[in-house]
């Protein structure tokens, strides 16, 4: 089930990673969306390229997309695509980036595939398939304890008081954990979540492309994700935490509530 979806997304992933690799530390023309929130030339031939490649296997399907927006005609299958998460750290020289597929189905991710062409790190999932990192199955952490875990967040465009928030949530775990990370791809966050090298993730501010694939990645490696009241999240969710499912409680308790 699925496989020529995981197959068409995994060419997908590699053909924009090609697009990114051919722009990064080069030049490329940088326009703002808002007053720090960017759209580089390497994104959108990026999305381009992944949507000409999906789009040419599965011409019924629709498509949500970070610069694009929505396409297409058929409501029960939906690829969600964000061609760069991480555009501050690419656009910048930092090589810590990802494309990011998602494929939603009657409204459910089914599917979930990051590529990080600079490391070469690629991570999918499909669901009741179990997730990959690399091709070699990968599981959550089992720690059970926040003093033993290692946390990852990020901070939302709109600054203000959902950053402020972020900031008291940093507070109220930071000494209780043994550290809290903040590398700039809320996608590669659950993916590490999902690979068991952090323990649990939270962000307060995320778009359905930022999660669509990362949510069936977590989920299939025996973790949740939820919103911050606990209730299960899905892409549209907007606040999300996510965790090993074991912490998952106390790690809510110490969040301060959107």
Known sequence: MLEKELKVASKASLE????????????????????????????????????EIISKSFPRDSFLEEE??????????????????????????????????????DGKPVLGA???????????????????WNNKKISVSKNSELIDCVLATGFP???GEL????IQS?????????GMRRFGSAVLDLC????????GFFEYKLFPWDVAAGIVIVEESGGIVTDFSGKKATPFSE??????????GKLLEKLVKP
């Open 192 to 199: 590490l979540v999902a690979a068991g090298s952090f323990d």
């Open 170 to 178: 940093i507070s109220n775990l930071l000494d209780g954990t043994q």
């Open 16 to 51: 924009a990673g090609r697009v990114m690799k051919k722009y990064f530390r080069k030049n490329f023309f940088v326009k703002k969306k808002g007053r720090i929130d960017i759209v580089t030339q390497a994104d959108l031939e990026s999305e381009k390229k992944i949507h």
């Open 239 to 248: 606040a999300f935490v996510a965790s090993n499912g074991i912490i998952h």
């Open 114 to 132: 990051a590529f990080n062409p600079i490391t070469g790190d690629f991570f999918h999932a499909v669901k009741g398939r179990g997730a990959f």
């Open 68 to 105: 694009s927006g929505k396409s297409g005609v058929g409501k029960e299958r939906v690829w969600l695509i964000d061609p760069i998460d991480g555009t501050i750290n690419f656009a910048h020289g930092v090589p810590w980036f990802c494309s990011s597929i998602g494929l939603l189905v």
């Open 163 to 166: 950053a402020r928030k972020t």
């Open 157 to 159: 465009y709109e600054r």
